[in-house]
């Protein structure tokens, strides 16, 4: 019986000690173990030929801090390279914990403008939404899509309530709009790994510290809905992902 049980102890040594050394596990300062891989994918998210322009949104209300219009973050293409600014990329099923430990994300409201127009942030994360603007917004967070029933949370926020904290609990897609002002919107994307990224001013994406394998890679635009592209990753290596936004 006691022979049995030191064989047991020995035995999951062992396994712990192999698995770590299996699985390229780095220990983060949350103490918590994280599997990662050393492959990269990076891309672009681009208009082949013609993009759309920029559009232009009259304002109708509290001009003097909105200013008379805005530009439209739906399309934001870079001229140089035709690039898509505020695609989430997402690789599907690679197998990580998030390493993140920033434990506040936030979203400003700046001359009637979310900040950022886009990001991603991981689930159960606290998101702290500023008002820097000295008047009356009222955010009306949904879930997935814009349909009234899917409101998560619908709250006016006056000149003097300079913060609204909200726990972000639940993967996919939060759309942000103000009922005030019509043209202001922003989207966070909650997410369970860390294999995401958002394009930036020319469209581009890079993502890091993925395990050897096969994934589905999705892009998603707010106005585009959804691409999707099969990849292969290998180890120490870089791969490519390009998504040529084709007029249908
Ligand atoms: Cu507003």
New binding site residues.
């Given amino acids: 019986m006691k022979i049995f049980r030191v064989v047991t102890i020995i035995a999951s040594i062992i396994l712990a000690l192999i698995s770590i050394v299996w699985t390229d596990s780095s220990v983060v300062a949350t103490g918590k173990v994280v599997i990662t891989g050393d492959g990269t994918l990076s891309g672009i998210v681009r208009f082949p030929d013609d993009y759309p322009e920029r559009e232009k949104i009259t304002t109708t209300k509290?001009q003097a801090t909105c200013g008379a219009f805005k530009y439209s973050e739906t399309f934001v293409v870079s001229e140089d390279n035709h690039g898509l600014k505020n695609v989430v990329v997402t690789v599907e099923g690679a197998k990580g914990k998030i390493t993140n430990t920033q434990t506040a994300f936030k979203i400003e409201?700046v001359k009637?403008q979310y900040i950022p127009h886009v990001q991603t942030m991981p689930v159960g994360s606290k998101l702290e939404i500023f008002n820097n603007?000295g008047?009356?917004?009222?955010v009306h967070a949904y879930f997935d899509n814009l349909d009234p029933k899917s409101t998560v949370f619908n709250k006016a926020q006056p000149k003097f309530l300079k913060k609204i904290t909200q726990t972000l609990d639940k993967v996919g897609m939060y759309y942000f709009k103000?009922?005030?002002?019509d043209h202001?919107s922003a989207f966070v994307s909650v997410v369970d790994h860390p294999f995401n990224a958002v394009t930036n001013e020319t469209g581009e994406f890079s993502i890091e510290n993925l395990p050897a394998g096969t994934y589905n890679v999705k892009a998603w635009h707010e106005a585009l809905g959804t691409l999707e592209k099969t990849v292969t990753i290998e180890a120490g290596k870089t791969a490519e992902a390009n998504f040529d936004i084709l007029p249908n």
């Fill in positions: 509290d409201q009637c603007d008047l009356l917004h009222n103000c009922d005030v002002h202001m």
